[in-house]
Each structure stands twice: as C-alpha cells, then as structure tokens.
C-alpha cells in the first residue's frame, strides 16, 4: 500500500495533466491506468504494419495548442519532447458531383475557393473572419472557465461591455443555434454549408440540433485564422509530454492498474483498491477520468450517498458511436475531386446536411446508416514521420453509428453484433471512399478496424463507441455537464472528483477539464 496526496483512476490527458500540474505544487501524485497503455483515446500505435503509426482517436491537436495548459506549461512540454506538426491545408469536402470546397489558413486561397460557388459567400466569410477575433475572444473565455456563478457573471459582464446588448444577444443567439439555422442564414451555397455542418458530427450535432451552430463557427473561423496542429510522430507527443512532466516531478504513473472501487470513508474518498486487490490511499483527492455510469455504478459500490447524483450518472446519455478505420497504404487517395485535395489534413465525406441529419437519425434509431459521414484523415500528408518513406496512413472515422445494431438502412447487413458486422460494414465504407477516390483499394497494405464495441474495449470511456463520452446537447452541457450542480468537477462524496470528457468543457484533446480542477485543487 502506499499513500498519496492524489490519486487519479486513468490515465487521459486530463488526469494526467491535472496531475502534472498537481505534481508541480508538491502534491504526490499516483496515476493508475487499467490499459497497457496511457492517454485513453489519445494513443499513437501500429495497428498495421511495423513503422506505420496510426492515431487511434484523437489525430487534430489544435485544442492542445491552443490550450490554457499548453500556456502555461509550453516549455515544460517542449522540454519533455512535445513536438507538433502545423497545417496549413485544413478540412475539405468533396461533393458527388465532382466539386470540392476546402479551409486553408491563408484567407485568400480559402475566399478564392468559396468565390467559385458563391461570390455572396466569400464577402461573408471575409467579414466572417474580420470579426473573429472580437466573437472568440468571448467564446473562448465562456468555454476556458469553470461554470461557476462568478465566472459566467464575468464573461457576461465583459460581453455585455465589449459588445453591448444586441451584439451579446447575437452571441447567446450563435450559442443556441442548429447548425442548420446559423449556415443556412449565413451561406448561401449548399457546398459551403455542408463542409462547415460536418464539424458538428464530429460531435453528436446533426444539421437540426440546437446548440450545435458554435461548433462550425469555431473550426472554420480558427482553421481559417490559425491553421490546425497535429502531433509530431502522432497524436501522443502530447501524452509523452505530459507523463514527463509526472514523473519528473516525482509522480508515479502505474499501467495494467485497473481501478475496481474508490474507498470512501464517513462520507469521504480515501483511495482506491485495484482490481489486483491491492489497495493505495490518497489523503487530499481521488479524482476520476471515468464515464458517469461507471463512477456510480461499479467504482462506489454503495452510491455516492446522494441518490439523485447517483440516478443522474446512471441516465448520462451518451452520443452515438464510431468506426474507425486505419490504413497502411501505398500512395495518398487520388482524389477525384481534384488532386489539391491529397494535402489536406481532413477530406470529409459528407455530401449535404439533409445527408448527415439523416444519417444521425439513422444511428439513433440503430440502424446502420446507408451512406455514413466519413471523415478521411491524411496525416501523412502533413508529417511524413509516421510512416516509412513514400508510405502513408489514413485515419478514417465512420460517423455516426448505432452501439447496437438493430437493422441496416440500406437493408443489406442483418442485424447482428458488432464483431460479426465490423467487416462488412468496412466495406461498405471502402466502396464509399473508392466512389471518390477511385484505386484506393489497390494502394492499401494493411488495415485494422475498430468497431464502436471495439473502441469501448479499448477504453470503457468510450460507452458503445461514443467517442466524445457523452452527449454535448444543450440539456447535457455547460452548466448540466455531466448534472446540474455538478459541473464544478465536484461529487456528493467529499475529496472525489470527476474529470475528463464527460466533465465541463466536454470532448477534445484541451485538458481544460484536467487543468481547472488542477488549479481549483492546488492553485494557480
Ligand atoms: C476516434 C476518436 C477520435 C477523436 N478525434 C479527436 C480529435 O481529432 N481532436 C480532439 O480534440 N479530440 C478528439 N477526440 C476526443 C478526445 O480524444 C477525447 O475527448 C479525450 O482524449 C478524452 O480524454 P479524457 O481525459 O476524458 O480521457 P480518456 O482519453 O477517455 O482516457 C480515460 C482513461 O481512463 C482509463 N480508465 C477508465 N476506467 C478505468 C479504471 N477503472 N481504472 C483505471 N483506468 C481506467 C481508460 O483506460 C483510459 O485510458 C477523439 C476521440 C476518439 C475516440
């Protein structure tokens, strides 16, 4: 048994970053993690073949880069070997019908590209991007605080003050926006629209969700104003950084440590004992980088002594799930689209909203959707260090699908489970990819599928492949993430706290989540 001031159960980048920051105030920090491997949805491996390294989940950075953490600690990060790969060719989208529309961070390559489908549109995008950094400058403050009454009295007061009444409402109005509504009112090109919408499925905002608009309106003004970030060698620069700053500061991270319960003791967290039965206690905190269920429903085995947490944690709501599909291949896709379109980071696949709108809807009823969203990345493109020379990898992520398959929309697949499914439906997504890549087949030299299932085995975070651990409509964030009265990182047990994804600010590689409680915990 040993004793910490700290104990965390998993090792995300949030744990480990509140960790760091943790270990650096002179608390003594224990990290335990159930995988062989640390950073949960952030991991680089060869899943194919020797010298192919492939991003298991997260493959994009920028919210790391951009981070409050990343701030703080840039030299502590870089000293540790933190190495990133910078984009200038964005996200793109190629169309059936040959077209394609693409973000790159030099605006007038961008204005050019939307002046070819709407000369209204790029004068839009311009005045779009003009305003930015005025517009971020709230958003960013709204989504790098605590959802504490002081905080948002803040921002408001600071909104307020910047930018008057109408122009706060016009932001309340941005914040509570469909994705549809904000780009049906802002474009007037249905390619310009759906290559934006796309980046609400990379969460669980369909076209019609409430709430989802601020996501297109933030990927597309930040690509467009300060490109995007990938990892140097892969996504887990930054998770190698992190650890080093743990176990410099005299942190211990232990792997093959599953977590089996949090003791508690009158009514407070006192540590944890493994699944191995050994048992570690924690003097000041235990803080959890765990999905909602699993915090109340195996880890306290008698509740949080609140039933009203304990209910909320139990009906969390998840997003739907993912696929995900890494290739080993010969050559970049030769996109029919046009050939500018092998250097970009993302190639979406996602022809028009009415598409993706169904395709959510599809997976929420649990079937299988006939054509999914498909988001095609070439980090090979950018940083040619992941694979052997004049080799590359794809990144496919397969948004949106069902965890439980209850029947196939294009009514092909019989409704089975996952491991028996995962191939065929690879399949169906090769075809969807060779549609406009034609070849891509010929150039692959290995692969390796993840169904939903399969990433939840990977890390049960990821509840039946839902890849942002949890829903991020309106009813379940900002002040309700993960539940009313709850979204300061706090339990009903005291010195427990939850941290990670499924915390206030959400998904993302940001360790915003991490590093608030850090500082809430051990100051500044
Ligand atoms: C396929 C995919 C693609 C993504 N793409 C992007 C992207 O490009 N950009 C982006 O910003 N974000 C992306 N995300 C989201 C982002 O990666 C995650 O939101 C984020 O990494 C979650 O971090 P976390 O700190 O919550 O912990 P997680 O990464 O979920 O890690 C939790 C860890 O806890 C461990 N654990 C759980 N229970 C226990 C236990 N009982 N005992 C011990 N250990 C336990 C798990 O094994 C895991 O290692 C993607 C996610 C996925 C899955």
Redesign the pocket.
């Known amino acids: 048994m040993s004793e910490f001031d700290a104990i965390f159960?998993?090792?995300?980048?949030?744990?480990l970053a509140c960790a760091a920051h943790l270990a650096l105030q002179g608390w003594k920090t224990g990290v335990?993690?159930?995988?062989a491997i640390?950073?949960?949805?952030?991991q680089t491996r060869e899943f194919t073949l020797p010298g192919f390294r492939h991003d298991f989940?997260?493959?994009?950075?920028s919210?790391f880069a951009g981070s409050a953490f990343h701030r703080k600690y840039a030299n502590e990060l870089k000293a540790q070997g933190l190495e990133f790969a910078p984009v200038a060719d964005c996200f793109a989208s190629a169309f059936p019908d040959g077209r394609w529309f693409g973000v790159s961070n030099d605006l007038e390559k961008t204005a050019a590209r939307i002046a070819a489908f709407s000369a209204a549109d790029a004068a839009t995008w311009r005045r779009l991007v003009a305003a930015f950094p005025a517009e971020a400058e709230h958003l960013f403050r709204l989504l790098g605080s605590p959802m504490s009454a002081r905080a948002l009295a803040g921002t408001a007061w600071n909104l307020w003050r910047k930018k008057g009444i109408a122009g706060s409402l016009d932001t309340g109005r941005l914040l509570l926006s469909s994705p549809r509504a904000w780009l049906e009112e802002t474009f007037e090109s249905p390619h310009i629209r759906a290559t934006l919408a796309t980046w609400g499925m990379h969460l669980d905002f369909a076209p019609d969700i409430a709430g989802g608009a601020v996501f297109p309106y933030l990927e597309s003004m930040a690509n467009q104003s300060f490109g995007m970030v990938l990892g140097k060698g892969g996504a887990d620069t930054i998770i190698r950084a992190l650890s080093g700053m743990v176990t410099s500061a005299g942190g211990k991270i232990v792997t093959g440590?599953?977590?089996a319960e949090i003791t508690v003791s009158a009514g407070r967290a006192t540590g944890v004992r493994l699944a191995s039965g050994e048992s570690h206690t924690a003097t000041r905190a235990v803080i959890a980088?765990?999905a909602p269920k699993?915090l109340t429903g195996r880890?306290l085995p008698n509740g949080s002594g609140d039933a009203g947490f304990d209910t909320a944690m139990q009906k969390f709501r998840h997003a739907p799930g993912?696929m995900?599909i890494h290739l080993a291949l010969d050559d970049l896709p030769d996109w029919r689209a046009g050939a500018e379109l092998r250097q970009f980071a993302y190639v979406h696949l996602s022809p028009s909203l009415d598409a993706m709108s169904r395709t959510y809807q599809q997976a929420m009823a649990g079937m299988l959707p006939d054509e999914p969203v498909l988001v095609v990345g070439q980090p090979t493109a950018i940083d040619p260090s992941r694979a052997p020379q004049g080799k590359h990898v794809l990144w496919v992520?397969v948004r949106m699908l069902p965890a439980e398959i209850l029947g196939d929309a294009a009514g092909k697949i019989a409704p089975d489970h996952w491991d028996k499914v995962k191939e065929v439906y690879a399949k169906r997504v090769l075809d969807i990819i060779e549609t406009y890549a034609p070849g891509l087949r010929n150039k692959i030299l290995g692969r390796a599928v993840f169904s939903p299932i399969d990433?939840e085995r990977e890390?049960?975070?990821?509840v039946g492949g839902d890849?942002?651990?949890g829903s991020h409509h309106l009813a379940q964030n900002f002040l309700f993430r993960p539940a009313r009265n709850y979204a300061g990182w706090n339990t009903p047990v005291a010195h427990l706290h939850l941290?990670?994804?499924a915390t206030w600010p959400g998904?993302?590689?940001?360790a915003a989540s991490?590093f608030m409680l850090a500082q809430q915990l051990g100051g500044r």
Do not use: D, K, W, Y
């Open positions: 159960v998993g090792a995300g980048h949030n744990s335990f993690e159930r995988g640390i950073g949960g949805a952030v989940g997260a493959m994009n950075l919210l440590a599953e977590v980088g765990v699993a880890l993912t995900m992520q990433l890390n049960p975070n990821l890849q942002v651990c941290t990670g994804a998904a993302g590689t940001g991490g």
